[in-house]
């Protein structure tokens, strides 16, 4: 019985990565929590399915947050930084078309509906996806952090 603990413990043990090769280098990590009451006006649209809002308050991600409703109950939070480049004036991107965002420094587009860059990859730089936050979703409360 110990060889067995001993070689499930092991297992565990070996299993953990401390691999950061994929975490993106331009975003540092952020810690914050911030609630949306979908019942407030404000926040009203995020309530449809298709939506996107920009939260902008201060703490909340580094340049903000962009959350996608994805429907059935489903909430998506991208940071509104670009990922491919350290956080600058121009690097807070802006919703377009409802569902897609874009950096105002390279014009790069990005899907708010799984994080891809929607534009033609230079062939020379390792693309970032956009960063994601978690969110959890009761009732009419949408929370996301990370």
């Not at 952020?30 to 649209?45: A, C, D, V």
């Not at 874009?102 to 062939?123: F, H, Q, R």
Request: charged share 15%; aromatic share 12%; net charge negative.
């Amino acid at each position: 019985m110990k060889k067995i603990i001993t070689y499930i413990c092991s297992f565990i043990f070996l299993a953990c990565s401390n691999d950061s090769s994929t975490r993106n280098p331009y975003l540092p990590e952020t810690n914050f929590s911030f609630e949306i009451n979908l019942n407030l006006p404000l926040y009203g649209s995020l309530a449809n399915p298709g939506s996107a809002i920009y939260i902008g308050n201060e703490g909340v991600g580094l340049k903000g947050v962009f959350v996608y409703n994805a429907g059935f109950g489903q909430f998506l939070a991208w940071e509104a930084s670009c990922p491919n480049h350290t956080p600058t004036s121009c690097s807070t991107m802006t919703i377009i078309n409802g569902n897609m965002c874009k950096c105002s420094c390279e014009d790069y587009e990005y899907s708010l509906v799984n994080g891809t860059m929607l534009s033609e990859i230079p062939a020379d730089k390792k693309i970032h996806e956009l960063l994601i936050y978690r969110t959890t979703a009761n009732d009419n409360v949408v929370t996301i952090f990370n």
